[in-house]
């Protein structure tokens, strides 16, 4: 019987022709915008990591550096305010780690020992910062002799000062903190100087300062604390020189401007590492309470950075003692309503 087909082997089998095979998968191609943008990931990817980092670099440096910061046993000294965190901020003069090359600074070497300076209250209520000055030539007390204020530092160390500023003055103290003259000029110089608006020009020979014209004027360290440690502070007023008939008082004045004008200049500042400069500058020159932590430290930071605190200067009344000195008196009908501010 003839088939009508040819019947296939079943042990047969196909297979295609080279030139039918299916084509292998080709990559797709990027464009350059593409393989641009695929280079950058890496980049942003460090960015980001260095950001995230940075806090905690930053942390760890001021955790360092604070660590080196000298620190005063006050806990059976220290009252405290019953209602807001006081800092009594003391600048002394010492000239420890002070170049005596520096030039216009106001400091006279030679001068043994370490004195106060400035004295202040800074009050911390939330976001309110006060500033309460302490006349340095204030008669008081001090364990027990009729004495300037400053005397007390003299005398008994931070330990007598805060003693005199609670019993005498009645303000409650939570925290120390202290700066000798080489902090007061690192401090300047890591910000890169500070901004002060001089009215007229000024110059005081003792100390130093020398301001050639009005207006905006950015003060190195010296000229900043030849500023702030003015005495003789004399202006130039239409070609005549008008000295400051205030004294020590007229000086607390020009400390709390340029105070202010420091609080402005950290505000301005969002670069960490000049902050941390700032930080580092100080921390060898300074002394703390021993219960003022790092963390408090940061939160009074960035509290007071761009504060515009509200300044005052204890009332006082001018006296001559029966040996002939001019001290101060405290005007105590004045000075109650402001002294209770900061209890």
Do not use: C
């Amino acid at each position: 019987m003839q088939m009508s087909g040819a019947q296939s082997d079943p042990r047969s089998f196909h297979v295609p022709a080279a030139d039918s095979a299916p084509p292998l998968p080709t990559p797709p191609i990027r464009s350059p915008q593409a393989r641009k943008k695929h280079r950058r990931w890496p980049w942003i990817l460090g960015v980001l990591l260095l950001v995230a980092l940075l806090p905690l670099y930053t942390f760890a440096s001021a955790w360092w550096t604070w660590g080196g910061v000298e620190r005063v046993d006050l806990r059976a000294t220290l009252m405290g305010s019953q209602t807001a965190t006081n800092y009594l901020v003391v600048g002394t003069d010492s000239r420890e780690g002070v170049d005596i090359e520096t030039e216009n600074a106001g400091v006279i070497f030679g001068v043994e020992g370490e004195r106060t300076d400035t004295i202040a209250v800074l009050r911390v209520d939330g976001e309110e910062v006060s500033l309460l000055a302490i006349p340095r030539d204030l008669y008081v007390n001090v364990n027990g002799s009729p004495s300037r204020i400053n005397a007390a530092f003299a005398r008994g160390g931070p330990e007598l000062l805060v003693q005199t500023v609670q019993n005498e003055i009645g303000i409650g103290i939570d925290h120390y903190l202290e700066m000798d003259f080489a902090g007061f000029l690192s401090l300047v110089d890591s910000l890169g100087g500070v901004t002060v608006n001089f009215p007229y020009p000024a110059r005081d020979p003792k100390s130093g300062l020398n301001i050639a014209e009005a207006g905006p004027q950015v003060l190195d360290a010296g000229q900043a604390l030849a500023y702030v440690r003015s005495r003789s502070y004399t202006e130039i007023i239409d070609g005549v020189d008008q000295r400051d008939p205030t004294a020590d008082l007229g000086r607390v004045q020009r400390q709390q401007k340029f105070l202010a004008a420091v609080f402005a200049e950290l505000g301005n500042t969002r670069n960490p590492f000049t902050l941390l400069g700032a930080l580092d500058g100080v921390a060898s020159n300074v002394r703390v309470d021993e219960s003022l932590g790092l963390s408090t430290v940061i939160s009074l930071g960035l509290t007071i950075r761009g504060a515009d605190p509200a300044t005052a200067t204890l009332p006082t009344t001018r006296f001559f003692t029966p040996g002939g000195a001019d001290v101060l008196l405290l005007d105590e009908p004045a000075a109650a309503p402001l002294i209770d501010q900061f209890r």
